[in-house]
């Protein structure tokens, strides 16, 4: 019988991760390609749109291990980083560097431009976020204004999926998941908002058209598949944002499962069967791969970071991963820990729920008696307490869930898994294969059922399922954490 091969490409934020599957859900190889961003002045970080195809034509090519998988590679599906914006001309060129989520440059138009601050709530309400320079259409005002000469010949606005998959199959499309990070997007009507695009004089033919993730959206293109010597047709399938193929990969198919990916920011996602708008928590809301779905997006900017700055900066360490050496042989000092020490991770300010931007990071009652240890602890508690205060907010909605997945990075700490799971009173599941790259395994599952192969999505987690390890928590530290939970929220 002969076995046929599905992948799954991750264009990320710093590099590129594939993973090719066979259909049963064996995984047969994976590949990861770095690249370069660019900050030529305070504020910017741009990337250069050409890296993407390259990267995605090398993590292919290392991926095609054998004759099996170039004779029988059916279908490839992309999961890639949100709101990174690339304007091009006529002919597709780019018109400048894709400027990045991660670019704050259009909070100058923000702050210069009190009606745009006072049309949050009207943005929000269309698009499911509150205005913010980390999505484009700030970027876009900001090369109207100050860049209109590129401005002026913009002919379409492209984004990493829609560019990537012209270049691959000579079409470019839009999926709902991408377009809902793109703030020129209505969540409740699926279309691009009339209304948002005549604020800078754009119309829908300045942007792809939209196709539902999970659908057909052309073949590889020939010349590309002659030069890795693939034999098939290779069939590609609409994918989506990477937190929402990262949530495929995980098993979010309901309303009852819950993701924490965890990385430099911790990000929470839900799955919805109906959006859930509020003004008060500005909870980013898009539409979900899965159709007639949605999906609530929330975060803590700075979590991970902030363990990686106190390793480099008071520790004197490498990173993180150094840190995490250190609880391994302090575990059972560090597990016994009981201080009155409170850490806000507000490095970058602290956003939701609150929404106090010019509150800061801090730790209070330290005392001469205490050491790094405390404070180290301190850090994964301050985090855990964010997360159950934010947690607390979706109660309010109704937007309960029974069970918790965290992945990504943090996962590999146990004793902070523990915090988490004692702080937040909730069984807590973390995968056994903790350096699973999840968003290309979603996109492989997404280009199986897009191709046909499975009847569902459901039906493509199941050969795929992971694996997870639960943690409880402990009822007696449990006590002790919701005193010190109502210190950190006083």
Known sequence: MVTKYIAGIDIGTTNIKGSLFSVDGKLISTSKMTYSSYTP???????????????FFKVLKSLLINESVKKNLEAISLSTQGGTVIPVDKDFKPLCRAITYLDRRGSKILKNKPELQNKNIWFYNKTGWRIDSCLSFLSIYWLKKYENSIFKKIYKILYVNDYVL???????????????????????TGMWDDEILSLLGLNNNNFSEIKKSCEFVGLLKNEIRKELDLRNKVKIINGGHDQYCVSIGNGILNEEDFLISTGTAWTIFKLLNRPLF???FFYGIGRNVINEKFGLIYSIPTAGAALRWF??????????????????????KLLSIRNKILFYPYLSGN????????????????????????????????????LKKILETFKKEKAGFSSIKIVGGASKSDLWMQIIANIIGKIINIPKK?????????????????AGIFSSIEEGYSKFKTDFTSIKPSKEIQKYYLEKYKSFNC
């Open 166 to 188: 012209k270049k691959i199959t000579g079409n470019n499309f839009q999926d709902p998941s991408n377009a809902s990070i793109t703030q020129f997007y209505n969540v409740r």
């Open 434 to 450: 903790i350096d699973e790259d999840f968003a290309s395994k979603g996109a492989a599952i997404i280009a199986g059922f897009g």
């Open 278 to 280: 509020d003004s008060k």
């Open 41 to 55: 002045k305070e504020n910017y970080f741009e990337q250069d749109a050409e890296d993407w195809i390259m990267g």
């Open 311 to 332: 390793a480099l900066n008071i520790m004197n360490l490498d990173g993180e991963n150094k840190l995490y050496e250190v609880e391994k042989k302090e575990y059972e």
């Open 351 to 386: 956003f939701g729920p609150d929404f106090v931007i010019n509150q800061k990071g801090a730790f209070t009652n330290l005392e001469l008696g205490h050491n790094y240890l405390d404070m180290f602890k301190a850090i994964m508690e301050g985090i855990g307490f964010q």
